[in-house]
């Protein structure tokens, strides 16, 4: 185990020092403690670096380190951690936060950063739910802390008496760190709504005893993000890396082990049929998003989609049979089999068929952003909608796509 201070340059702060724990190696995890300071996540820490490069942050302000002024927001460190994995050049990392730490982790992942493939929220904080409201932890003693937040409380309670004076010191300090990025409320009313943005796979784990931030909140943080998945711990409560540690690493190793995919040529997704049919073949749930592809069929004598462009995504098209005609703003080539196109964003294009046998073109998207597109397309389709025109163009716009003019304008 080794100990570095990393100095991250952060947006309206200026340089941030942050102190970075590190175990193990391999594929990177990023582990983010919450408000009981990183000791409530070191024991786990050594259990995941059985499996992986594992990072545990002290957030600034806690464990007696500095907090800069401006920084003073959830928000705030998840732009501060998103430099961290910048400035460490670690690409794949899986986010794993438990508690305020989970809040970060779900801002973290709606920063978009390129480098996060995966996030675990453990009991995360952070969302308002009036039917469901998390407890009012500036108005607990430790003793009541400890009875909402464990299935078995006795084994964890603190006795604040017997501390050394450094240790209430830093308790202090941590508290005072927690009230100044959580606020009075501990909760961004705006971000249950906010995390329906999220677009990277991400596990909701809950601990089923959890009073501190009851399961209900678990339940609306899975609803709501896309693709989201929730495993309730059973005889753990707020802290299930201390109490269950090893369901909790299961429910990790689970979700962050993909399977191989293996598509078949009768398998995959049939999401256009007819003169142009697509097939997809990687949505990007395996890719963790980097990658989309599909397989595109077009009819003889077949035009294509009104020449468009994107604007954050690359397309690439490998033509495995016949001759596809690409168009480029008003240029024209035709593509015969073992040909690679390579569109990037902002470049106009179309294709079409025009010659007298079907051809067969492999479609990638990176990221895997467009592969929504077809989908809504079939669903347009399903419900009898045109996808021409007005209707079409608010579909593209959906994916960062717009039609353009036949000389390549808007």
């Given at each position: 185990?080794?100990?570095?201070?990393?100095?991250?340059?952060?947006?309206?702060?200026?340089?941030?020092?942050?102190?970075?724990?590190?175990?193990?190696?391999?594929?990177?995890?990023?582990?983010?403690?919450?408000?009981?300071?990183?000791?409530?996540?070191?024991?786990?820490?050594?259990?995941?670096?059985?499996?992986?490069?594992?990072?545990?942050?002290?957030?600034?302000?806690?464990?007696?380190?500095?907090?800069?002024?401006?920084?003073?927001?959830?928000?705030?460190?998840?732009?501060?951690?998103?430099?961290?994995?910048?400035?460490?050049?670690?690409?794949?990392?899986?986010?794993?936060?438990?508690?305020?730490?989970?809040w970060?982790?779900?801002?973290?992942?709606?920063v978009?950063?390129?480098?996060?493939?995966?996030?675990?929220?453990?009991?995360?904080?952070?969302?308002?739910?009036?039917?469901?409201?998390?407890?009012?932890?500036?108005?607990?003693?430790m003793?009541?802390?400890?009875?909402?937040?464990?299935?078995?409380?006795?084994?964890?309670?603190?006795?604040?008496?017997?501390?050394?004076?450094?240790?209430?010191?830093?308790?202090?300090?941590?508290?005072?760190?927690?009230?100044?990025?959580?606020?009075?409320?501990?909760?961004?009313?705006?971000?249950?709504?906010?995390?329906?943005?999220i677009?990277?796979?991400?596990?909701v784990?809950?601990?089923?005893?959890?009073?501190?931030?009851p399961?209900?909140?678990?339940?609306?943080?899975?609803?709501?993000?896309?693709?989201?998945?929730?495993?309730?711990?059973?005889?753990?409560?707020?802290?299930?890396?201390?109490?269950?540690?090893?369901?909790?690493?299961?429910?990790v190793?689970?979700?962050?082990?993909?399977?191989?995919?293996?598509?078949?040529?009768?398998?995959?997704?049939?999401?256009?049929?007819?003169?142009?049919?697509?097939?997809?073949?990687?949505?990007?749930?395996?890719?963790?998003?980097?990658l989309?592809?599909?397989?595109?069929?077009?009819?003889p004598?077949?035009?294509?989609?009104?020449?468009?462009?994107?604007?954050?995504?690359?397309?690439?098209?490998?033509?495995?049979?016949?001759?596809?005609?690409?168009?480029?703003?008003?240029?024209?080539?035709d593509?015969?089999?073992?040909?690679?196109?390579?569109?990037?964003?902002?470049?106009?294009?179309?294709?079409?068929?025009?010659?007298?046998?079907?051809?067969?073109?492999?479609?990638?998207f990176?990221?895997?952003?467009?592969?929504?597109?077809?989908?809504?397309?079939?669903?347009?389709?399903?419900?009898?909608?045109?996808?021409?025109?007005?209707?079409?163009?608010?579909?593209?716009?959906?994916?960062?796509?717009?039609?353009?003019?036949?000389?390549?304008?808007?």
């Amino acid at each position: 185990m080794t100990t570095q201070t990393v100095t991250v340059g952060v947006t309206d702060v200026g340089p941030v020092p942050v102190t970075v724990t590190e175990r193990g190696a391999g594929r990177p995890f990023l582990l983010l403690h919450g408000g009981a300071g990183p000791q409530s996540v070191d024991g786990f820490a050594d259990l995941l670096a059985a499996s992986g490069r594992v990072l545990v942050p002290v957030h600034p302000g806690f464990g007696g380190t500095p907090r800069p002024e401006g920084l003073d927001s959830m928000a705030g460190l998840a732009r501060l951690y998103a430099g961290l994995l910048d400035e460490l050049g670690l690409d794949g990392v899986t986010v794993i936060g438990n508690s305020i730490g989970g809040w970060i982790a779900a801002e973290l992942a709606l920063v978009g950063s390129p480098r996060v493939s995966r996030v675990v929220l453990a009991d995360a904080a952070g969302l308002k739910l009036d039917d469901h409201p998390a407890a009012d932890f500036f108005s607990l003693t430790m003793d009541q802390v400890a009875e909402l937040s464990y299935y078995e409380p006795d084994k964890f309670r603190i006795n604040l008496d017997a501390l050394p004076e450094p240790a209430k010191a830093a308790m202090a300090g941590n508290r005072a760190a927690l009230a100044t990025y959580g606020g009075p409320q501990m909760a961004d009313p705006a971000l249950l709504g906010r995390v329906a943005g999220i677009t990277v796979p991400v596990l909701v784990v809950w601990g089923e005893a959890d009073r501190m931030i009851p399961v209900e909140n678990g339940q609306a943080y899975a609803a709501a993000i896309p693709g989201a998945r929730l495993v309730v711990i059973p005889h753990a409560g707020h802290l299930p890396q201390l109490e269950t540690p090893g369901a909790l690493f299961k429910a990790v190793e689970d979700f962050v082990v993909v399977p191989v995919s293996v598509v078949g040529p009768a398998d995959g997704e049939i999401a256009l049929s007819g003169p142009i049919q697509m097939r997809i073949l990687e949505d990007g749930r395996t890719t963790a998003h980097r990658l989309g592809l599909g397989e595109i069929t077009l009819a003889p004598h077949t035009a294509g989609p009104p020449q468009h462009r994107h604007a954050r995504h690359d397309e690439g098209f490998y033509v495995v049979s016949g001759t596809v005609r690409f168009t480029v703003g008003q240029q024209s080539y035709d593509a015969p089999a073992r040909t690679l196109v390579m569109v990037p964003p902002g470049a106009p294009h179309t294709f079409a068929n025009p010659g007298d046998e079907p051809a067969v073109v492999l479609n990638t998207f990176t990221p895997d952003l467009y592969v929504q597109y077809f989908r809504d397309l079939h669903d347009m389709i399903a419900a009898g909608q045109p996808v021409t025109g007005p209707a079409l163009t608010e579909v593209m716009g959906r994916y960062a796509t717009e039609p353009v003019g036949d000389n390549g304008g808007s």
